[in-house]
């Protein structure tokens, strides 16, 4: 299976500034296998970016998603209270998909 | 819209059995799969499992295949995980998620059932 690894483990942010969450594979993903979750305390997780780049239905542009092979990245601009939740990452290939470990997200 | 709405929280001994469902509604249920994924406690997220349910097609995860059963009632739109006999380990909160096309990420997610094994 592909083992990815997402750091930091927790970021912590003012309101306003850019957050930069990375994922790691152990083996090249296809770009279009790769999505981004959020979870919010309590709730299920949300998708919020598959294909690495393209946007779910409702996500706002200060999301965007970047990388390819092995690195992907979630990019947070203007980061608000809203945004504090566990970010996960995940490779959906056959024939086992998998999630990183998660970031977690604070604003201080 | 579409939704998927869990059953309740369920507390069970080990060695008993358990059958958690996931209604759907909003669209048509025969055209997408349903996985559920494993969160245990202050855990991260797990893929167990796929259904198709208009021929019942399943794929499991390698680390939860024998350990759990998933199915489908394409006659009231509801898929289901089962397990024959609870281990303390099967604790967690577990969701149903939709997927349009296999492989794709999970579009829309149940709210989870929440599985307590304790003797």
């Known amino acids: 299976d592909t083992v990815l690894t997402q750091s930091p483990g927790t970021l912590s942010l003012s309101p306003g500034q850019r957050a930069t969450l990375s994922c790691r594979a152990s083996q090249s993903v296809d770009s279009s296998h790769l999505a981004w979750y959020q979870q919010k305390p309590g709730q299920a997780p949300r998708l919020y970016i598959y294909?690495?780049?393209s946007r779910a239905t409702g996500i706002p542009d200060r999301f965007s998603g970047g990388g390819s092979g092995t690195e992907f990245t979630l990019t947070i601009n203007r980061l608000e209270p809203e945004d504090v939740a566990v970010y996960y990452c995940q490779q959906y290939g056959t024939p086992t998909p998998t999630f990183g470990q998660g970031t977690k997200l604070e604003i201080k | 819209e579409v939704q998927l709405v869990q059953s309740g929280a369920e507390v069970k001994k080990p060695g008993e059995s358990l059958k958690i469902s996931c209604k759907t509604s909003g669209y048509t249920f025969t055209s997408y799969w349903i996985g559920w994924v494993r969160q245990m406690p202050g855990k991260g997220l797990e893929w167990m499992g796929i259904i198709h349910p208009s021929d019942s097609d399943t794929r499991y995860s390698p680390s939860f295949q024998g350990q759990v059963t998933i199915s489908a009632d394409k006659s009231i739109n509801t898929a289901y995980l089962q397990w024959s006999s609870l281990k303390a380990s099967d604790i967690g909160m577990y969701y149903c998620?939709?997927?349009?096309?296999?492989?794709?990420?999970?579009?829309?997610w149940g709210q989870g059932t929440l599985v307590t094994v304790s003797s």
């Open positions: 998620a939709r997927m349009l096309t296999w492989p794709e990420p999970f579009d829309i």
């Open positions: 294909g690495a780049y």
